[in-house]
């Protein structure tokens, strides 16, 4: 299994904000993925296709433009990714364009109109920092370069929702006047979408790329096409465990541009047999504060309330309940032993009790996050439950996923939990068992985003260090490679 580290400044594909989707899939082929489809998929007020709809030109109408990508692994399982723009177009300049849908439109125009000119707008809107992810069981009928989707939604609180799912594809208005009904006209049930995970690389309070004052796209940030997202972790055929930044120069402080984990994979299961699949990933803290309050919410997200809740997004057709997952307070399984899918696990593994000292806190106990700690003032540092100052030894354990009514379903492969608390180094050895000369070496990782790593109930100890495996050496450190046996030499 190859360790990924796309930081150096010789590797390639890189991976930047203009071309995630695509380069994320770049990597993931190295060790065989594939890119299975991509298309995007536009949403709107489906009431401007009312025949009795009035609308004025001074009216501001929300589009929502979503690129997704599904990449397949080795043994056919599959996962997503958009990524969202949104803005509120005047109806008065799209009309002009002739590229309103609306029905009061001197010449309305078609839904594939406005679907080519809502997507070459997008480009201007786009907003790399919040990433989508979700699983899915079955394309149905999607492919690469697929034609995109337009969708008129009947409820405009719905529309993010509406553009990050990918069942539903036709929809409009049947019959006319007053006596019109709104009606879903083609959806794919069986495609099986899970929820959708959001994925914040950093805070969306430190960026602006639209004004509605002037009504025009401006670049209110510091994150440009070029910039690059560091991935670092381990990358087979069937399972990933990715830690992911983004430029964290302009906004080292205050927890804006965390470390986030991405997980999808088979766990390493209990019974013979179980196929399940898991996902998980990270996000800065989701907060509904602007401005100066909201950055300084996120700095102080109190990782240990457990009243708190990420988003939950669901597919327009589906609720999965009633514990469905978010892959942010909890573990995303693929399907339960008996055939529910996609509700809450958790993960287990050998740590002290949460509440025992340090509380892993600044000294005023409002920022939780680890880079708050490091003060030499913080206690953190004189508790146990740290490396051995005698042996160099640390207690380690596998990352369990637990359910409480299946119990233990089976471990992330390749990756151990440590306590967090005075690891210095970067990498750690495992004996490897029934080979006493040779150890499994592991990467030393600490997220920062709220995460099932990070916060309660996901984790019953904040945060989890975590260590993805690296290689194998030998006593002297020398690295040990598999051999394949040698083939018999026919006569």
């Known amino acids: 299994m190859p360790f990924i580290d796309t930081t150096p400044a010789s590797f390639i594909p890189k991976v930047t904000e203009q071309d995630i989707q695509p380069r994320l899939g770049d990597l993931l082929a190295t060790q065989g993925w594939e890119t299975v489809a991509n298309f995007k998929k536009v949403t709107f007020d489906s009431g401007i296709m009312r025949s009795t709809y009035t609308g004025l030109d001074t009216t501001d109408i929300p589009i929502y433009v979503a690129e997704h990508f599904i990449y397949k692994n080795t043994e056919g ?34 839904l594939q109109v406005f679907s080519e000119w809502a997507t070459n707008e997008f480009r201007k809107y786009r907003s790399p920092q919040t990433l989508y992810f979700y699983m899915v069981e079955n394309l149905a009928g999607l492919t690469t370069n697929n034609p995109d989707i337009t969708l008129p939604w009947l409820n405009t609180s719905e529309l993010k929702r509406a553009v990050l799912d990918i069942e539903v594809e036709v929809s409009g208005w049947v019959g006319t006047g007053a006596s019109a009904t ?33 009504n025009y796209a401006i670049q209110n940030t510091n994150w440009w096409a070029d910039s690059e997202i560091s991935i670092k972790g381990h990358l087979n055929g069937e399972s990933l465990f990715f830690i992911i930044q983004c430029d964290n120069v302009p906004a080292p402080e205050g927890n804006l541009v965390p470390v986030i984990p991405l997980y999808f994979g088979k766990l390493d299961a209990i019974e013979e047999g179980d196929d399940a699949y898991a996902m998980f990933t990270g996000s800065v803290p989701i907060v509904s504060s602007t401005g100066t309050a909201g950055l300084t919410a996120i700095s102080e997200y109190d990782f240990d309330d457990t009243a708190k809740k990420q988003p939950n997004i669901m597919p327009l057709m589906k609720s999965y309940p009633k514990f469905p997952a978010n892959g942010l307070d909890n573990i995303m399984v693929s399907r339960g032993k008996l055939g529910a899918r996609y509700q809450a696990y958790y993960l287990s593994w050998n740590a002290p009790a949460n509440a025992i000292p340090p509380m892993r806190t600044s000294v005023d106990g409002k920022r939780d996050y680890p880079r708050a700690w490091n003060n030499a003032e913080n206690p953190l540092y004189k508790y146990s439950f740290n490396p051995s100052r005698y042996s160099g030894k640390v207690h380690t354990s596998k990352l369990y996923v637990v359910h409480p009514e299946e119990g233990v379903r089976g471990a992330l492969k390749d990756t151990i939990a440590l306590s967090a608390l005075s690891f210095n180094a970067n990498k750690l050895r495992v004996k490897k068992e029934h080979c006493p000369d040779e150890f499994d070496v592991f990467r030393y990782f600490l997220v920062e985003g709220v995460s099932p790593l990070t916060s309660k109930p996901g984790t019953q100890y904040r945060p989890a260090g975590i260590g993805l495996y690296f290689n194998t050496v030998n006593d002297e450190g020398v690295e040990v490679t598999s051999t394949p046996p040698t083939p018999p030499v026919n006569p």
């Not at 997503?80 to 439109?105: E, H, I, Y």
């Open 77 to 110: 399982k599959m996962f997503g990714v958009a990524v969202l723009g949104t803005w509120n177009q005047n109806l008065g300049v799209l009309r002009k364009l002739n590229k309103s849908p609306d029905t009061k439109a001197p010449a309305p125009a078609t």
């Open 182 to 214: 709104f009606t879903v006209t083609k959806a794919e049930g069986n495609r099986m979408q899970s929820p959708i995970m959001q994925a914040g690389l950093r805070t969306n309070l430190l960026e602006n790329y639209y004004d509605d004052t002037i």
